[in-house]
């Protein structure tokens, strides 16, 4: 006798597979169920990354407000180099004594000349000049010449150098000294200029001059302090440094109005 093959029914195997797969799903979400009652939610696995997100918003938004804050600002200060620590008496071209003590309170700039000079102390009083017709009106703002050769340059001298160039005005001051090794060391030690180079040899005079010095111009702030150097007649960063001497100067005027408003 052939054996019988025993066929299960299809609906009874559908009705079994869905029984397994109901006594699954029963059983995972018995063992997460029972995971969770096992390990109850920390409080501050909640909340730190609800706080490291406040945090970062926090730090983002001050970040923006730096960042205006400097645009508002405009352009970055100039540096504070030096301060004029000691006082100097010196002799303007209209034969006072002054001393530069009398200028706290006022932006100047300074330059090296000497009246005997070829061509780059002219090129410094054109390139001064220029900056002042830039700041027509500005009160709080003076030049200062200081010569080099005080041995030669007299105040009758310098006098009528500074009327020949166009600059004899009441805010220029033309400065020399009866004690120069006195004034080449403020100059050195104090705003920090090169020390000059005196010529010996004829030839070198009569195409250079008696010196060879320093020919930048340097800013002092009305408190007293040397804010930069600027090559204004260096061939190649001439135009440069002038336009960053603009910026510069703008920016320590507004300092000098903001300080007398607070008085």
């Known amino acids: ?47 730190i990354p609800v706080i490291i997100i406040v945090l970062g918003l ?14 508002e600002d405009g352009p970055s200060r100039p540096p504070f180099l030096n301060r004029l620590e000691q006082d100097i008496t010196l002799i303007e071209r209209s034969g006072r004594e002054v001393n530069l003590s009398e200028l706290l309170g006022t932006v100047y700039l300074v330059g090296y000349v000497f009246t005997e000079c070829p061509r780059d102390c002219i090129g410094v009083l054109t ?36 009327s020949i160039h166009g600059v004899d005005r009441r805010n220029w001051w033309f400065l020399t000294t009866d004690d120069p ?40 702030d009305h408190g007293g302090h040397l804010r930069g150097f600027y090559p204004l007649i260096d061939p190649n960063l001439g135009g440069q440094a002038y336009r960053k001497l603009l910026n510069d100067l703008r920016i320590v005027l507004e300092e000098r109005r903001r300080a007398q408003r607070r008085g």
């Open 127 to 162: 390139q001064l000049s220029d900056i002042e017709q830039e700041f027509r009106g500005e009160e709080g703002l003076k030049f200062l010449a200081v010569s080099l050769d005080p041995e030669r340059d007299t105040p009758e001298r310098l006098s009528e150098w500074a």
């Open 58 to 71: 926090v730090v983002g938004w001050n970040y923006m407000i730096h960042l205006r804050g400097h645009q």
């Open 1 to 47: 006798m052939t054996p019988q093959r025993l066929v299960q029914p299809a609906d009874n195997i559908s009705n079994s597979s869905r029984r397994d797969q109901n006594g699954m799903r029963h059983f995972a979400m018995a063992r997460i169920v029972g995971t969770m009652q096992r390990k109850p939610i920390h409080p501050l696995s909640v909340w």
């Open 181 to 220: 090794p006195k004034l080449a060391n403020y100059m050195h030690r104090q705003m920090m200029f090169m020390t000059p180079i005196k010529h010996t040899d004829p030839e070198m005079i009569a195409r250079e001059g008696r010196f060879a010095h320093d020919s930048r111009i340097a800013l002092i």
